[in-house]
């Protein structure tokens, strides 16, 4: 059931630096990038298009796109929230918008304001005015396996999402644990769930490991099939609600699970814990990634 | 094939405090195991019983010992390396010993000053020894899944001194992840081997989180029936190799994948998070732990 070949979608510069408490120059997140491609990652996450007002660390997203290498063999995508992100994606020029909204109630009035209902709605206006532009749409559902306000999550609640979103024209779908919540029977019973009501969509983890158990739900997720899942370098990130709390699941420690367990990635290790160490020595920081220099 | 009831040994007092600049008083480690006890913690490995000059952490073993409570459900335990230490340990008491040899021959010699030859024969007399005594004998093995600087080890070799141990009179088996070398498909080959060749001894993991595999190698031990881990309260601990590393896996996150597997423990998850905060008061360090009192 293991996938032979996984790829891994890199989020750090989106996820991991919107965390961080100044902005980094758009010019070392274009060398990030640069060191990205090299290491062999093909799809990497710029930015997310929100209020620069908000979230001043993502201000420079149309610069950003302006600078990305010309490479067709790497998709860069974009995190869109409102129409008003998903217009700034389109005229950056991104092949591809991740179009993000919540299965929690709380979360999502808290993070944008909406109801679920509302921003289900405006998800499906997004989706369809991405695809009417050729760009492609990867929908995600955050807080799939719970919230730290509401607890677990419904699992019909979130399929109804899932078949609503996919429905609307998004090619792929990513259950998103925000909060670090899931375990190895919540990855189990909602993969097969989606599985067994979607067969045919492409579905991506993208976990967090708020409470240790980042690398394990993505060890369930192989097991139920799962070949592709958003990373950040060094395990940058972390959780708005708990202080503190580790980030998202770190690339080289997903890379040196992945290649123990001889399944391909086509991302060199060392690579990545070099951009770990520039981002490091950037922000004055220690990351959470367990994977060093002297330890790969 | 997973266990419904799993057994921890707490280790933070031997394999965690080993690592710190300074000894914890007496005091505080049986303030500790009496914390541990009302958590609900039934095996606790209170000291190694090594030469205090070279290891001062552990040079109150015989207080320790002298000063533990009487309870008939608790297993108190220490770890020997020699032939003096099995001494002091069968003087003091405990009614548990764990006899521990490494795999590595580079590890062995460092550690000890033995060959994996001599260490093994006196491994034996030290089992046989203990026997008469009606002490109950864990045997471990060490780097059982690696070696910093040899590598992988031979499954062979480890198999061929697994039942050597158990011939020798030891009751139960640890295989040891000392530098946190192991992975899931080196868990599950070596445990199937392991059981294939001695079926009826228990076989435990001792595991660490150096390289973040930590808790992805215990569920693949789960996975393959096992019931017995040793962890350490926050995660204490390091790897005398990889200076800063993370060491063993911390006994409340473990405990977070249990229970979230609606598996057994017996034992209290917020009792373990103040343990760790009273060493991490202690220490003035943080521990790796990633469950604190906010997110349990």
Redesign the interface.
């Known amino acids: 059931m293991m996938p032979e070949h996984v790829v891994l979608t890199e989020v750090g510069l989106r996820d991991g630096l919107q965390f961080e408490p100044r902005p980094l120059p758009t010019a070392k997140k274009l060398e990030a990038i640069n060191l990205l491609i090299r290491a062999g990652v093909r799809e990497i996450q710029v930015a997310s298009f929100v209020n620069p007002k908000l979230v001043p660390q993502m201000a420079d997203a149309e610069a950003l796109c302006a600078g990305l290498p010309r490479k067709e063999t790497v998709v860069f995508s974009g995190l869109v929230l409102n129409k008003k992100g998903l217009e700034r994606a389109l005229a950056g020029g991104l092949q591809e918008v991740e179009v993000s909204i919540s299965a929690s109630e709380t979360h999502s009035r808290q993070n944008t304001g909406l109801s679920l209902q509302e921003a289900g709605q405006q998800a499906r206006q997004m989706i369809a005015s991405a695809r009417r532009q050729n760009v492609r749409v990867k929908a995600s559902i955050q807080c799939a396996f719970g919230c730290v306000s509401q607890g677990r999550i419904p699992e019909d609640l979130v399929l109804h999402m899932a078949r609503d979103l996919i429905d609307s024209g998004a090619q792929t779908l990513s259950l998103a644990d925000t909060t670090g919540m899931a375990?190895?029977?919540?990855i189990k019973s909602l993969l097969e769930s989606v599985h067994g009501q979607l067969p045919f969509v492409p579905v991506s983890l993208h976990l967090h490991?708020?409470?240790?158990?980042g690398?394990?739900n993505l060890?369930?997720g192989l097991e139920q099939g799962v070949s592709s899942f958003d990373t950040a370098f060094g395990g940058m990130g972390g959780c708005p609600f708990?202080p503190g709390?580790?980030g998202n699941i770190?690339t080289e420690?997903t890379l040196?699970?992945l290649h123990?367990?001889?399944l391909s990635t086509g991302i060199r290790i060392d690579e990545i814990v070099n951009i770990t160490t520039l981002m490091e020595n950037f922000f004055q920081k220690r990351y959470p990634?367990?994977?060093r220099g002297?330890?790969s």
Not at 183 to 186: G, K, M, S, T, V
Not at 209 to 213: A, E, I, Q, S, Y
């Open positions: 375990n190895p029977l919540a490991d708020t409470r240790g158990l690398l394990v060890y369930c708990l709390a580790a770190a420690d040196n699970l123990g367990l001889h990634a367990k994977i002297t330890v």
